[in-house]
């Protein structure tokens, strides 16, 4: 059985779908900062940074809150390698972090946009995790890019709302 459900675009939310790591891959908070600053520019904010713009991230790491920008500009003609969460996870989550694949590696984990700034400084303050990423939302621009190039969006980059109704209604025919 196959269901589509459409919703028009207007009506359509995508929100930021974050990340948080448990550890740093064995440095400590400088020399992880030390290691950004190579493919990023870092600024420190005085609160939470939510990024307020695409290919930009907010980075919250022993209690202070970071923004980060790419150095070098997203790779042109692959949509899919030019969206925030393939740049972030291509120039830091594996190189740095050394997390190869988010869909199964225990080190990583996903905070829907819906749950806030806080949910981020909460994961990390409480020690649970080392350090968190704040993303832009992906665009519908770019979500029908990736889908008009027969690309496939990376796991957990988009959290769209609303959310449909899960569950399964049966009705028995006699």
């Given at each position: ?9 207007d ?9 948080v790591?448990?550890d ?6 400088a ?25 930009q ?21 692959d ?14 989550l ?21 749950r ?16 968190a990423f ?13 889908a ?27």
């Amino acid at each position: 059985m196959i269901l589509i459900v459409t919703f028009p675009d207007d009506e359509v939310q995508i929100l930021d779908y974050n990340r948080v790591v448990r550890d740093l891959n064995g440095l400590d908070a400088a020399a992880f900062l030390d290691r950004i600053g190579q493919p990023f520019t870092i600024e420190p904010c005085a609160a939470a940074h939510k990024p307020d713009t695409a290919r930009q991230f907010g980075l919250y790491l022993d209690g202070a809150w970071y923004r980060l920008q790419p150095k070098e500009a997203a790779p042109a003609g692959d949509p899919v390698a030019a969206l925030d969460i393939s740049l972030l996870t291509d120039r830091l989550l594996g190189p740095v972090l050394g997390i190869g694949d988010p869909r199964v590696d225990k080190r990583i984990d996903f905070v829907g946009g819906i749950r806030g700034m806080a949910e981020l400084e909460r994961c990390v303050d409480s020690g649970e995790m080392a350090a968190a990423f704040a993303l832009y939302p992906t665009s519908l621009g770019d979500l029908m890019s990736v889908a008009d190039s027969g690309g496939v969006m990376p796991p957990k980059s988009t959290w769209f709302e609303p959310k449909l109704a899960d569950g399964m209604v049966s009705l028995v025919l006699d």
